[in-house]
């Protein structure tokens, strides 16, 4: 089998005088070099060219592109690996992504993060942000959400920021930019709550670890776990890095699901516990849902599980949720692969009863 050839997103800076960009891709075509798409984009002094290249040689690398663009005088401002989303001029990405985000205010994230072409949005408090740095964008919507975008290929231009703020306004303007709880009702007509953990939920949690059985607590841990450490607990809600997310009946908490990032920075490791009495009714099918929106937003294709070899229960729910997962063996566990690039529709047995969807960092 034949390797695929790589397709690759540049920004490059040229003199501004005759002929400079069609000698740019003159010299990529002597490279065997496609140009798929092209666009400019406006900056302070002149413009950048933005184009989507397919190399012929599956051995092309980065590094040869750049080579090219300075050959001709130009500097390469920006480049990174593309696809054919790429291959849609940044208006109409902006307008679906727009469109989306009106219809399910929950995938704000994702949507600013394809406005911006941007490598994660999360939603922060507005305390203690600081300057998020030169390839990073900080953005406040009317009603005081704080998005950070972060995009290490290439900086964010003003044209892009002011597609952003934008979106932000007119999802602002119909009352729906702050991140949203998920209400949700089971099929025998309980309601239950999605929402992101925060402080104060220490004692919730602490009791849900509580009503769970040892055989809910050894697959969730792999040891031999009956009460949580007080220390735990806070990492647990907060961790690093991570998201974690909570479900919740009345005033108690029912499940907990947490995304941690991994080494590989395009993989995150993904963790249910769901009250005994409440599998099998949709809530890890909800949760592992909303988790893989965030995963999504963040900019991570891969869902890492972990589980002992007799134990589906990731696998079923992943199904359950619309996301593809695969299995292999790996130090005595099965490690859970799941694709974050698509949710699907969850089980009848849960439905929405608010458009609202968890979006949160």
């Given at each position: ?126 305390s203690g942000v600081e300057d998020p740095g030169e390839n990073c964008a900080r953005l406040v919507a009317r009603d005081g959400t704080v998005v950070v975008a972060r995009r290490g290929w290439a900086p964010f231009t003003q044209v892009e920021l ?200």
């Amino acid at each position: 089998m034949e390797p695929t050839p790589k397709t690759w997103r540049l920004r490059v800076e040229l003199d501004d005088s005759p002929g400079a960009l069609a000698r740019i891709t003159t010299r990529l075509a002597d490279r065997d070099c496609n140009v798929l798409a092209l666009s400019v984009i406006p900056v302070p002094g002149g413009v950048l060219d933005e184009l989507v290249v397919r190399g012929g040689d599956p051995d092309l690398l980065p590094a040869d592109l750049v080579a090219a663009v300075r050959a001709e005088g130009g500097r390469c401002v920006g480049i990174t690996r593309a696809d054919v989303r790429d291959l849609v001029d940044a208006p109409t990405a902006a307008l679906r992504a727009a469109g989306h985000a009106v219809r399910d205010p929950g995938t704000l994230c994702e949507a600013l993060r394809a406005v911006l072409a941007a490598d994660s949005v999360v939603a922060v408090p507005d305390s203690g942000v600081e300057d998020p740095g030169e390839n990073c964008a900080r953005l406040v919507a009317r009603d005081g959400t704080v998005v950070v975008a972060r995009r290490g290929w290439a900086p964010f231009t003003q044209v892009e920021l002011a597609r952003a703020r934008a979106l932000l306004d007119l999802l602002a303007g119909g009352g729906v930019v702050a991140p949203q709880p998920t209400a949700l009702v089971t099929a025998d007509g309980m309601a239950v709550v999605l929402r992101p953990g925060r402080t104060g939920d220490e004692d919730a949690v602490a009791a849900l670890h509580a009503r769970c059985s040892m055989g809910t607590l050894f697959n969730r841990y792999h040891a031999g776990v009956r009460t949580v450490p007080r220390r735990w607990l806070h990492r647990l809600l907060s961790p690093p890095r991570g998201t974690t997310v909570v479900a919740h009946c009345a005033d108690r908490v029912i499940a907990l699901g947490q995304l941690i990032p991994m080494s590989t920075p395009d993989s995150a490791e993904v963790s249910l516990l769901v009250e005994d009495a409440w599998q099998g009714r949709g809530v890890g099918t909800a949760l592992l849902g909303a988790l893989a929106r965030t995963a999504r937003a963040a900019g991570y294709a891969e869902l890492v599980g972990w589980c002992l070899p007799a134990e589906t229960g990731l696998v079923r729910t992943a199904a359950r949720a619309g996301l593809v997962a695969s299995t292999r063996r790996e130090d005595g566990l099965h490690r859970v692969s799941i694709s974050a690039t698509g949710v699907g529709i969850a089980r009848p047995s849960v439905r929405e009863s608010a458009s609202q969807q968890i979006a949160s960092g």
